[in-house]
């Protein structure tokens, strides 16, 4: 079965720091992965997403992502992160039943020390 | 343009309770899923309406259930409410059926507590 997993539910980094969130996937073909962040009381807004070609996809504020399929892997990192970053950040695949139906992880909550 | 939007945005309901949930898509998109998110989980399926026709349904009980208009909005039904069933309801939209190449737009959510 389709599956995300999320391994650090906490991360505390320093205002500036660099930043790598994780997520590994279980999936038997190529995956479409999506990286969103949920602000506290928000809904969901994406940060960037998978389909195919460059493993390195760029996505708004300032966040990148890199697919690894020998690791099964889809990597969030920021090189410098701000204070605004501190939120939940969900990584999700997308189910090979082929409807919009999206199978998250637990979510990593990211707090921001100054 | 406005996003997807979402009524109410809170709700409290006693066990036993009936609910509805409401969602409206972005101007355009065809396509409208529901998702639940219990506190400390991610967010788990629960529908997906595309052209007003149910195209997939999650692991939950037939106490949901939902229906999509001409307008293409979109409600979501809660019978015999538990306890379980307090949430964080989201609502996304898209322009196609898949998310390949169209990626779901989140609305703020309706938080749902059941008490």
């Known amino acids: 079965a389709q599956s995300v997993t999320q391994p650090d539910i906490h991360i505390t980094v320093s205002e500036g720091a660099s930043l790598e969130l994780r997520c590994n996937y279980s999936y038997g073909a190529t995956p479409y992965l999506f990286w969103y962040v949920q602000s506290p009381g928000q809904g969901l807004q994406l940060l960037l997403k998978?389909?195919?070609?460059?493993?390195l996809v760029q996505g708004i504020k300032g966040f990148e992502a890199e697919f690894k399929r020998s690791q099964s892997s889809f990597n969030l990192r920021k090189p410098s992160v701000h204070w605004s970053d501190a939120a939940e950040y969900f990584c999700a695949v997308e189910y090979s039943g082929g409807y919009n139906k999206l199978i998250f992880g637990a979510g990593t909550r990211l707090a921001v020390h100054p | 343009d406005a996003g997807v939007t979402q009524s109410p945005t809170h709700l409290i309901k006693t066990r036993g309770q009936h609910v509805t949930l409401r969602c409206s898509p972005i101007?355009?998109?065809?396509?409208v899923s529901w998702y639940q998110q219990v506190l400390g989980q991610g967010p788990q399926f629960i529908f997906q309406?595309?052209?007003?026709?149910?195209?997939g349904r999650g692991n939950f009980p037939d106490r949901f259930s939902a229906r999509q208009f001409p307008n293409y909005s979109s409600e979501l039904n809660v019978n015999a409410l538990l306890l379980g069933d307090s949430a964080l309801y989201l609502c996304?939209?898209?322009?196609?059926?898949?998310?390949?190449?169209?990626?779901?737009?989140f609305g703020n959510g309706t938080r749902l507590t059941v008490t």
């Open positions: 101007s355009g998109h065809k396509s």
């Open positions: 998978y389909f195919s070609g460059d493993t």
């Open positions: 309406y595309y052209e007003k026709e149910e195209r």
């Open positions: 996304a939209s898209s322009t196609r059926q898949g998310v390949n190449n169209s990626p779901l737009h």
